[in-house]
Nanobody
């Protein structure tokens, strides 16, 4: 029903920036809650940022002040601007969409931050 495709991952030095994007397609009739999760090697998947249907946002404490989530409802995309990257941000980042009663996930994009 819904497909999510991430892009923008890569290798960056600590202190640098990356911008991730996620394009949603499929049967979507209203603005959904979307967000970004990440999973580092040996760790559980964790919430990075969420943006609601009304554009309210939530961030993990570890990324507040450094990451910004935004969306383009016309294009049905969500982005994550990541600044002041740290080695600890290294992970596979997954785009997320909630279309009740289901959750949808992208395939993931690798972000590697060198120290």
């Amino acid at each position: 029903q819904v497909q999510l495709v991430e892009s923008g991952g890569g290798l960056v030095q600590a202190g640098g920036s990356l911008r991730l994007s996620c394009a949603a397609s499929g049967i979507i009739f209203s603005v959904p809650q979307m967000g970004w999760y990440r999973q580092a090697p040996g760790k559980e998947r964790e919430l990075v940022a969420l943006i609601s249907s009304s554009d309210s946002t939530n961030y993990a404490d570890s990324v507040k002040g450094r990451f910004t989530i935004s969306r383009d409802n016309a294009k049905m995309t969500v982005s994550l601007q990541m600044n002041s990257l740290k080695f600890e941000d290294t992970a596979v980042y997954y785009c997320y969409l909630r279309k009740w009663p289901y959750d949808y996930w992208g395939q993931g994009t690798q972000v590697t931050v060198s120290s």
